[in-house]
T-cell receptor
Framework: ETGVTQSPTHLIKTRGQQVTLRCSSQSGHNTVSWYQQALGQGPQFIFQYYREEENGRGNFPPRFSGLQFPNYSSELNVNALELDDSALYLC???????????FGPGTRLTVL | GEDVEQSLFLSVREGDSSVINCTYTDSSSTYLYWYKQEPGAGLQLLTYIFSNMDMKQDQRLTVLLNKKDKHLSLRIADTQTGDSAIYFCAESGESDYKLSFGAGTTVTVRA
């Protein structure tokens, strides 16, 4: 069974740029959730995708957007990057919006 | 998360038991979880408990839930150096798709 994978591992961008992060869900899972974890804090929910539709969103501005593809993999896009967007971005997969979410290793984004 | 609170640090001697505590505010929470995060890594789901349960045991891990006081604890028996990590308490509601996390408890195991 393949676990959740994310790419890239690390990324450095400058303020104002755009970034795309990628996530492949665990085999058999059709739901992907994205979280932002700032240094020293717990993860904060960004949004969830189920069957290629956004299924819920946390308190993040519209410049955070996402996609889910027919194979259930997902992308997180962030436009107009700000310094405070520097964080570990975590993707989690689950089955049918179920509440057991399994996390990938994360993408560390640094905005300079 | 503002709805889940944990103490920030715990130091324990190798071989002793560790107890990590968590309080939550949402009375409609149906699932409560413990995740482990090692340095530079993602979150590993350690265990979870349904809100209609009082206790769950899984090898060295024991979860206790006091729903009246909205208090959750994780006991790790025979703590090992590999247990050094940050432990996150999280909750989700019955119709809720998101996990709400605490700030994490850093557990340090000393020889």
């Amino acid at each position: 069974e393949t676990g959740v994978t994310q790419s890239p591992t690390h990324l450095i961008k400058t303020r104002g740029q755009q970034v795309t992060l990628r996530c492949s869900s665990q085999s058999g899972h059709n739901t992907v959730s994205w979280y932002q974890q700032a240094l020293g804090q717990g993860p904060q929910f960004i949004f969830q995708y189920y069957r290629e539709e956004e299924n819920g969103r946390g308190n993040f501005p519209p410049r955070f957007s996402g996609l889910q593809f027919p194979n259930y993999s997902s992308e997180l896009n962030v436009n107009a990057l700000e310094l405070d967007d520097s964080a570990l971005y975590l993707c989690a997969s689950s089955s049918d919006t179920g509440q057991l979410q399994y996390f990938g290793p994360g993408t560390r984004l640094t905005v300079l | 998360g503002e709805d889940v609170e944990q103490s920030l640090f715990l130091s324990v001697r190798e071989g002793d038991s560790s107890v990590i505590n968590c309080t939550y505010t949402d009375s409609s929470s149906t699932y409560l979880y413990w995740y482990k995060q090692e340095p530079g890594a993602g979150l590993q789901l350690l265990t979870y408990i349904f809100s209609n349960m009082d206790m769950k045991q899984d090898q060295r891990l024991t979860v206790l839930l006091n729903k009246k006081d909205k208090h959750l604890s994780l006991r790790i028996a025979d703590t090992q150096t590999g247990d050094s990590a940050i432990y996150f308490c999280a909750e989700s509601g019955e119709s809720d798709y998101k996990l709400s996390f605490g700030a994490g408890t850093t557990v340090t195991v000393r020889a």
